[in-house]
């Protein structure tokens, strides 16, 4: 805004500068639109004077005004001269013809009817008298003596031969000039050599003076009674010359103020008059105001366009830079989530390949675990076994016996028996092997289809030595067809084979230790139990019977880590392994498994 109003000062000054040379070029205009009427009024003006000048030298050669001025006595030739003088003013045009003795008394005249008329009236005292007489030729303006009518006076001498007689002057009066002049707009001053204005359609301004008269010029005045002295007071004109130009700037101070005007004048160089025409300079400072109104609008007008445009552009920039700076904080900032987001991800990433880690290492340790407490199984089983071996194999050293004895007698029939009884001897030996070698086995992770009936019967297998030599009873009816769950058979096997030796370490007080285990389908679970007959858990047992290393048992005997492996071992394949106190006394371990279809190919580990 600051700098509109900068540039609309500078415009206003450089408007208050321009102004003086607009309005003068109005001015000129003024002036030359004048010239010509100047010239008209000129040419008009020296063109009646022309007219009139030869009129007296004319009528002069009238004989009856020699005839009259050297019988100026004779009463009847006055009255036909008088007659004609006036027939002669009407048909010329003329305000006044009049006819002078040498004297200057007038002694005919075309206006002897009216009341103010020259008869009897003496004008030696004017030069047109004199200067007839002496040169043959007078003309003279000024303010009519008898008629109070400014008027322009010609005269010649009467010559009776060659003897001047007396003199004819003719009188116009220029009042018809003024008149016309007054239409126009400009006013026209016609002033004489001695600076009095003598003519001019402003009545106020006539006999003021334009100049200093000179000294001479009023004694002239006063003598021939030219002017009214008391009239020639000077006209306060202050003139500048325009510039470029013949034409004057003249302010004049009047009555009501002042008046500045455009003055260019002209000469009547026969007459010594100059013509000048002024018209008023307000025209001309209107029209440049105007013009100064208009450009100051339009300057405005454009100014406000600039400033608007300007404004508009500032914004436009205030709104890019907000918009730039805008999209920089954002995309910053969505660098930095993205930074944020890659470093989470990093740390993600670590996290899953750290939590990778550890599960491989934890299924490793658990792997371990499963197998140091297989390994633990088969220590407690070792003793047992070895006794389920041991017998067999005497009964083979026994069976052999026989059988070779039965040969040397030739009892072939009671040999084959016992040799018969050797071959099953091995095949449950066999079947025991088996049995070890797979619970030794280490499981693979993967889980499918297993039947349960078969790994329970397996389990049994396992366990039947240690039962028998626990003194326990096992109490287990089968189910009538296989039940398929979802799991790992060596795991499961492992879990039952721990659960059956926990119920026997809870028996080992027991006079009749009982095992019983049910297998049984619920819904979409298969149910399958152990219970025992022994101490049960106790409260802290029963809370914790599932962390690992909790144990009761005395050192050496328990790690406190069957319970913990079989537990995640049954959550692995989605079931549950819980525990829980019997009624009668004894604890009840359940497990609780996903039922699910035979495989077709029945291969689970
Ligand atoms: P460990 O047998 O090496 O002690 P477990 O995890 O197999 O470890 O068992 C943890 C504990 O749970 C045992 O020490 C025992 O106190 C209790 N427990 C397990 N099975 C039974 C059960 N059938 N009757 C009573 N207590 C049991």
């Known amino acids: 805004m600051a700098a509109v109003l900068a540039v609309l000062a500078v415009l206003a000054v450089l408007g208050l500068l321009a102004f003086p040379h607009i309005e003068r070029a109005y001015q000129i205009e003024i002036g030359d639109r004048d010239r010509a009427t100047l010239d008209l009024a000129t040419q008009v003006l020296r063109g009646a004077i022309g007219r009139t000048e030869t009129l007296p030298g004319l009528l002069a050669e009238r004989p009856i005004l020699a005839q009259l001025l050297t019988d100026p006595e004779n009463s009847g030739l006055v009255p036909f001269v008088n007659e004609q003088l006036r027939q002669t003013a009407l048909s010329l045009g003329v305000s006044d013809v009049y006819l002078m003795d040498t004297t200057g008394l007038t002694i005919a005249a075309s206006s002897y009817r009216t009341e103010r008329s020259f008869v009897g009236r003496r004008f030696d005292y004017r030069p047109y008298f004199t200067d007839a007489l002496a040169s043959g030729r007078g003309r003279f303006h000024a303010l009519g003596t008898t008629s109070n009518e400014r008027g322009y006076f010609f005269a010649a001498p009467v010559l009776d031969g060659t003897e001047i007689v007396g003199v004819v002057a003719i009188k116009i009066t220029l009042d018809a000039f003024e008149a016309t002049w007054a239409e126009s707009g400009a006013t026209i001053i016609v002033q004489d050599m001695s600076n009095v204005i003598f003519l001019s359609d402003r009545a106020d301004w006539h006999f003021r003076t334009m100049g200093p008269v000179p000294e001479v010029a009023l004694e002239a005045i006063a003598a021939t009674r030219q002017y009214p002295l008391s009239a020639l007071r000077p006209l306060p004109v202050r003139r500048i010359p325009l510039r470029g130009t013949e034409y004057e700037i003249v302010t004049i101070e009047g009555d009501s103020g002042f008046e500045t005007m455009v003055m260019q004048t002209g000469l009547i160089a026969a007459s010594g008059w100059r013509v000048s025409i002024l018209s008023p300079t307000a025209p001309a400072r209107g029209q440049a105001l105007g013009v100064m109104t208009i450009a100051g609008l339009a300057a405005l007008f454009l100014s406000l366009v600039a400033a608007t445009i300007w404004q508009r552009r500032i914004r436009l920039e205030e709104r890019l830079v907000r918009q730039r700076s805008e999209q920089e904080r954002l995309e910053a900032h969505v660098q930095e989530r993205t930074r944020d987001l890659d470093a989470a991800n990093a740390q993600l990433r670590q996290e899953i390949e750290d939590r990778i880690r550890a599960e491989a290492q934890l299924r490793k340790t658990q792997g371990d675990l499963v197998q140091a407490g297989k390994l633990a199984a088969l220590g407690q089983m070792s003793a047992a076994l070895s006794h389920e071996f041991n017998q067999p194999l005497a009964a083979v050293k026994a069976y052999a016996e026989n059988a070779a004895t039965f040969l040397d007698r030739d009892r072939v029939a009671e040999a084959r028996e016992n040799i018969g009884l050797i071959s ?32 329970v019967s397996d389990a049994m297998d396992l366990m039947r030595p240690r039962l028998q030599a626990a003194g326990a009873q096992l109490a287990y009816a089968p189910p009538a067809t296989e039940v398929w769950v979802t799991g790992g058979r060596v795991r499961l096997q492992q879990v039952i084979v721990n659960l059956i030796g926990n119920a026997l370490d809870a028996m080992e007080d027991d006079p009749a230790p009982m095992v019983t285990l049910t297998l049984q389908v619920s819904g979409t679970r298969c149910l399958f139990e ?45 079931g549950r392994l819980s525990a829980a106190n019997r009624a009668g006394g004894g604890a009840v371990f359940t497990v609780e498994l996903d039922l699910t279809d035979p495989p077709s190919d029945m291969a689970a580990e």
Do not use: C, W
Not at 427 to 444: E, G, V, W, Y
Not at 544 to 563: E, I, R, Y
């Open 424 to 455: 099953s001897m091995a095949d449950r030996m066999a079947t025991i092997s088996k049995h070890l070698r797979n619970f030794a086995r280490r499981p693979q992770d993967k889980t499918g289809p297993v039947p349960m009936r078969a790994v």
């Open 530 to 574: 152990v219970a025992d007959t022994g101490t049960g858990l106790a409260d802290e047992a029963l809370a914790q019977a599932f962390d690992p290393f909790f144990t009761t048992k005395p050192p050496g005997q328990g790690l406190g880590l069957g319970l913990s492996i079989s537990y995640n071992i049954v959550r692995d394949f989605n």
